[in-house]
């Protein structure tokens, strides 16, 4: 079993310092707008801890030092920001405070404004071939978006799973929004199930993305495979620089499907992951680390993997999106139909992780950061396995502690 000894350590940008002040600033300007819930579905205690979970042991020396948040929280829903949503997977916050958000089935793209809550459709992406669990999936801004206005996409083709860059002309019409999609990377896996999607750039101004093993277990192992992996990629699609592994795009590997990626305030990685029969899995990715399946499905005392920083009963999690808020990692759980708070220190949790908004609004699957204790949730009834309600789907900005 090996320690968790080595850190991603990116260089800080001062640019996203700034894109994070505005999209605190702007949070803290929009919550006054669209339909507000008062208490509604709100929780101020957390649920039970996750079955067969257990609180990790306290940090190495380096990580005493850091400040650990307290161990219960509370979630409050602020607002409904959009109703009426389809099949939305990939969300990508704009910096005036709007959100782009992807439609798996429907393979569009559509403008959230965050003060109106209008939605405009952007436009469809073409070469989508939506199918079980795949389709249009995540979504995320150029580190340049500023001067290129590039929005990159990840879906599944008729062949692959596959990386995409689009040009956003904002002054064409509603529905003619979208550029031509370039292909960045290509080759990815398919099936109609694991087909990942989750892609982010990270600190260091490089692009990951969660991929699945397809329903194929034995491409997880195999580091030739794009399969069951994280890749780290540049904006262009190539092998990052200093990857672990030579003139590869693989960072890390032994993964079953890779659904979210969220760095906290150290630039450290994480990653949220679906298991098969018992446990979830909230990993912290180290490069090159090997993550166990299909040999080691949560801790295992079996080869030389990595454990996970958390993990839950399937039932209770099926963790797709996640991201970093005060101290924690926030994971959306699908089945679970929960929100899940995992306090960290360093990458252990400090405490057992705690379950929110439980069945409150059905399946939950992506959850991104506004600025601040703001988080934006967006759920996830109306992809073949939940139970929709009116209005659904449906994204709502939280406050959290």
């Not at 916050?93 to 939605?119: F, N």
Request: aromatic letters at 6%; glycine letters at 14%.
């Amino acid at each position: 079993m090996t320690s968790r000894t080595r850190r991603f350590e990116g260089t800080e940008i001062e640019r996203r310092r700034a894109v994070s002040a505005v999209l605190a600033a702007t949070a803290l300007l929009l919550t006054a707008g669209c339909s507000s819930d008062d208490g509604g579905g709100a929780s101020s205690d957390g649920g039970t801890p996750p079955s067969g979970g257990t609180a990790s042991e306290s940090s190495p020396t380096q990580q005493a030092a850091e400040e650990t948040p307290p161990a219960k929280g509370s979630v409050k829903v602020l607002r409904t920001v959009a109703t009426g949503l389809d099949t939305p997977w990939g969300v990508a916050p704009l910096p005036d405070g709007d959100l782009l958000v992807s439609s798996r089935d429907d393979a569009t793209i559509t403008r959230v404004d965050g003060e109106t809550c209008k939605k405009t459709e952007l436009g469809e992406v073409p070469g989508v071939s939506p199918a079980g669990e795949g389709g249009l999936m995540g979504l995320a801004l150029s580190p340049e978006y500023a001067s290129d206005h590039m929005v990159y996409a990840y879906f599944t083709s008729a062949s692959d799973n596959r990386i995409v860059r689009m040009l956003y002309e904002e002054k064409k019409p509603a529905g003619e929004q979208l550029g031509a999609p370039d292909t960045v990377f290509k080759g990815i896996p398919k099936g109609f199930v694991h087909n990942g999607g989750r892609i982010a750039f990270g600190p260091d101004d490089m692009l990951y993305a969660g991929t699945g093993e397809s329903g194929d277990e034995g491409l997880s192992q195999d580091k030739k495979s794009l399969g069951g992996k994280i890749l780290r990629l540049t904006p262009e699609g190539d092998p990052a620089p200093g990857n672990p592994f030579p003139d590869s795009a693989v960072y890390s590997y032994g993964h079953r499907n890779v659904q979210g990626l969220a760095w906290d305030s150290k630039q450290r990685l994480f990653a949220s992951e679906f298991g098969q029969d018992t446990w979830d899995e909230l990993n912290a990715i180290e490069p090159g680390g090997n993550y166990g399946w299909p040999e080691a499905e949560g801790t295992s005392d079996e080869g030389d993997f990595i454990d996970p920083t958390a993990q839950w009963a399937t039932d209770d999690a099926s963790p797709s999106g996640i991201a970093y808020a005060e101290g924690s990692i926030w994971m959306a759980g699908l089945k679970g139909q929960r929100l899940w708070r995992i306090p960290l220190n360093g990458t252990e949790a400090s405490a057992d992780p705690e379950a929110f908004l439980e069945g409150d609004h059905g399946r939950l699957r992506t959850v991104v950061s506004a600025g601040g204790d703001k988080l934006w949730l967006i759920t996830s009834n109306t992809d073949g396995r939940g139970n929709p309600k009116d209005g659904d789907d449906r994204i709502l900005e939280i406050q959290v502690s």
